[in-house]
Nanobody, 124 residues
Framework: QVQLVESGGGLVQAGGSLRLSCAAS????????MGWFRQAPGKEREFVAT????????YYADSVKGRFTISRDIAKNTVYLQMNSLKPEDTAVYYC?????????????????WGPGTRVTVSS
């Protein structure tokens, strides 16, 4: 079983930055893929970014490309999402997810484990 816990959310002004963390525990992750998703009020959960645990390959949603960076620290079993140039439309609850299978994935149904989420609010 895998446990994921996000942290780092909060309130920030437009143009500011936040770094989200996702601490993973419960098993080794040499073949896992990790992802970040978000869900804004009244909207469906959407893909943000994904990274393969071993090779560090990444893929981003067009809406965050060039502003957000996903990374991982294998020794700490932690995945990060560095968010720069934040916009009010980035306001959402951000979820960390883990996938048993290897390979980048941007569909939520391909992920097996989810964290409880951390709220990010960007004021204009």
């Amino acid at each position: 079983q895998v446990q994921l816990v996000e942290s780092g959310g909060g309130l920030v002004q437009a143009g500011g930055s936040l770094r989200l963390s996702c601490a993973a525990s419960g098993r080794t992750f040499s073949s896992n893929t990790m992802g970040w998703f978000r869900q804004a009020p009244g909207k469906e959960r959407e893909f943000v970014a994904t990274i393969t645990w071993s090779a560090g390959n990444t893929y981003y949603a067009d809406s965050v490309k060039g502003r957000f960076t996903i990374s991982r620290d294998i020794a700490k079993n932690t995945v990060y999402l560095q968010m720069n140039s934040l916009k009010p439309e980035d306001t959402a609850v951000y979820y960390c997810a883990a996938r048993n299978d290897y390979g980048l994935a941007y569909s939520a149904i391909k992920y097996d484990y989810w964290g409880p989420g951390t709220r990010v609010t960007v004021s204009s």
